[in-house]
């Protein structure tokens, strides 16, 4: 497997437009998660999914975010409009839910990141 | 506060010492997750810990739940293990709080 595969893996855009990122998690995983890294802030979870359904995106900033997961083999996070204060990386990863008993490590596995800057 | 806190937040050291990064937590959890990411920013799982100790290579974590800490060594310490390692607590819900990091320089 290629492992969890983000795009684009740098962004420049200009306040105000919309941005939208992209992951396809590793096959099989049924849990993926969106988190954003800042050098204030550090790693923060925005959202997170189990079988496509979103659980928890009490992390999301505001409404001019949202993410989606369609199938079991994609998800975006939209920001529109951007603003400046957005710039960061922003991380996509997966996981197999831990099932006691199962043998699922629940280890993480991360994405290359997608570098975004708002001007 | 942080539910989860490191320390030290930064970390110089020689070739060959033996390095220790703390993880402390104030909550139960179903389990802790030792990360690593490099300077060209992508970040790998070390360990996932619910209990006891585990070993890869030259580092070991080890996590002691009833006083909800956890601490990642590293022997024989090499240049190349210059990262920040980030603590994360995984909850039942699967939600992650992440440390703040801990950013280990070795000097050759």
């Known amino acids: 497997d290629a492992g969890v595969i983000q795009s684009p893996r740098h962004e420049v855009t200009e306040m105000g437009q919309e941005v939208t990122l992209r992951c396809k998690p590793i096959?099989?995983?049924?849990?993926l998660f969106w988190y954003r890294q800042t050098m204030m802030r550090g790693l923060e979870l925005l959202i997170y999914f189990n079988n496509n359904v979103p659980i928890d995106d009490s992390g999301m900033p505001e409404d001019r975010f949202s993410a989606k997961m369609p199938n079991a083999s994609f998800s975006t996070l939209k920001i529109q409009p951007s603003e400046p204060r957005d710039s960061a990386v922003y991380f996509c990863?997966?996981?197999?839910?831990?099932?006691?008993?199962?043998?699922?490590?629940?280890?993480?596995?991360f994405g290359e990141g997608s570098r975004l800057t708002v001007l | 506060k942080n539910e989860v806190e490191q320390s030290p937040q930064n970390l110089t050291a020689q070739e060959g010492e033996f390095i220790t990064i703390n993880c402390s937590y104030s909550?139960?959890?179903?389990?802790l997750h030792w990360l690593q990411q490099h300077p060209g920013g992508g970040i790998v799982s070390l360990f996932m810990?619910?209990?006891g100790k585990k070993k890869h290579g030259r580092l070991i974590a080890t996590i002691n739940i009833q006083e909800k800490h956890s601490s990642l060594h590293i022997t024989a310490s090499h240049p190349r293990d210059s990262a920040v390692y980030i603590c994360?607590?995984?909850?039942?819900?699967?939600?992650?709080?992440f440390g703040t990091g801990t950013r280990l320089t070795i000097i050759p």
């Open positions: 096959s099989g995983h049924d849990y």
């Open positions: 909550v139960g959890i179903s389990a």
């Open positions: 810990l619910s209990s």
């Open positions: 994360a607590v995984r909850y039942p819900n699967e939600k992650l709080t």
């Open positions: 990863a997966s996981s197999l839910g831990v099932v006691r008993g199962s043998g699922n490590t629940g280890e993480l596995f």
